[in-house]
């Protein structure tokens, strides 16, 4: 049995669950290799239509489990090795990939978001074809100001030029209702409504003939391909490495490991008075 996440199926709908609440669902590699075996085995199967990818708990995605990866920077940076783009992209691709397939896999995926979804949160939810987010919800990428840029590269995809630019050279959060209003995400809802909003989409899709959701599902993911979708993903996973040890971003992870990620991420943060930095009301 997976032991990050759950499925279910229902009437066409595959779920998919994260279940990793006490921590916030952050990513690591296990949830990596079960997300990725849970969308290959729902686009395997004939009877599902539609998957819908869900959270439990009080943030969808809380971005990587960062405890660990800052450690295992720190662990290569203690053992004077260099970095290089190929080792780099070989860590890198295989989550890149992980989230990409809900883009590619061939059936309609809906991601209901409650809570906090950043940082590599969003690579992996702005690769589903629609979210649904509750209003008490939060997205932004916090690493552009330092330690990292977006790998799957969906910002301008989703938003344009300039509104991607707008919020990733500030790294700001974004309100779910703002998300939708932009374009960001499809719809935000009160949170109590969230999962049978999400839920009623899928279930209204799903009525759809399965040939008829793939082909149409390529055809509106063709315009994306042809502005280079695969080129941009590429540029976001070099650079998320160059980002992660550029000067700053190597101060970033020595200052992590004196004071423990949390304290760095909030004096990070703490300048633009957002996220976890945010005043209380």
Known sequence: MPETLRTATDAG????????????????PLLRDELCTAIDEAAADDAVHVILLEAEGPAFCAGYGLDWSVAAMGASAAAGRAWDIPTD???MEPFVDAYLKLWYTP????AAVQGWCIGGGTDMVLCADMIIAGEGASFGYPPSRVWGTPTTAMWVYRLGF?????YLLTGDEIRAPEAAR???????????ELHDRA??????????????LVM??????????????????TLGTIFDGMARNSQEGRDFVARALDVGFRQAVRERDDP????????RQ
């Open 13 to 28: 709908v595959r779920s998919v669950t994260l279940t990793r609440a006490d921590e916030y669902n952050t990513i690591t």
């Open 89 to 91: 992209m070989r860590a």
């Open 107 to 110: 059936k309609p995926t809906i």
């Open 162 to 166: 300039e509104r991607a630019k707008r």
């Open 182 to 192: 932009i374009g960001l995400i499809l719809e935000a809802v009160p949170d109590a």
């Open 199 to 212: 839920v009623g989409l899928a279930s209204r899709m799903a009525r759809l003939p399965l040939n008829q």
């Open 216 to 233: 149409l599902k390529r055809l509106c993911n063709q315009p994306a391909e042809a502005m280079g979708l695969q080129a941009s993903r």
């Open 272 to 279: 633009f008075a957002d996220y976890g930095s945010r005043p």
